[in-house]
């Protein structure tokens, strides 16, 4: 199994910053479409815990628009052969003073391409 092979690497950092864009702008639709349409799929968030990608889509849909965005550090994605990776990273928003947030996601290239099955975010003191 190749690790980080750069055309991998270089398909998931493009969906990872498709996911960042989305998420910041809240545009809902494509962060639905990059969740793994599946009842598999999990999302442990700050303070939900989604199973299946209707809790998920349930959520976002819900979500408030305001204060998301933020400012990423440490990322690290990590690709394990051609169809799965990590995609790891810290975040701040000006919200959380004195907090860094940290997310988690697991992608698994489909044929209809790369999707999250499985993320967790949280919050601790820094």
């Known amino acids: 199994m190749k690790i980080n092979d750069p055309a991998v690497l270089a398909e998931v950092e493009a969906a990872f910053a498709t996911y960042e864009k989305a998420l910041t702008s809240n545009d809902v639709a494509t ?11 999990l999302r442990y968030g700050v303070a939900e815990n989604l199973y299946g990608h209707h809790e998920i889509a349930a959520f976002r849909s819900a979500r408030s628009p305001v204060g998301l965005e933020r400012a990423l550090e440490r990322t690290v994605i990590t690709s394990y052969g051609d169809a799965m ?4 990273t810290m975040f701040r928003r000006a919200s959380m003073q004195g907090k ?4 988690s996601q697991t992608w698994v290239k489909f044929p209809e391409g790369w999707r999250v099955v499985a993320a967790h975010v949280s919050v601790i003191a820094e």
Do not use: I
């Open 31 to 41: 962060l639905d479409a990059l969740f793994r349409d599946s009842p598999l799929t």
């Open 85 to 88: 990776a990590t995609a790891n």
């Open 100 to 103: 860094v947030g940290r997310q």
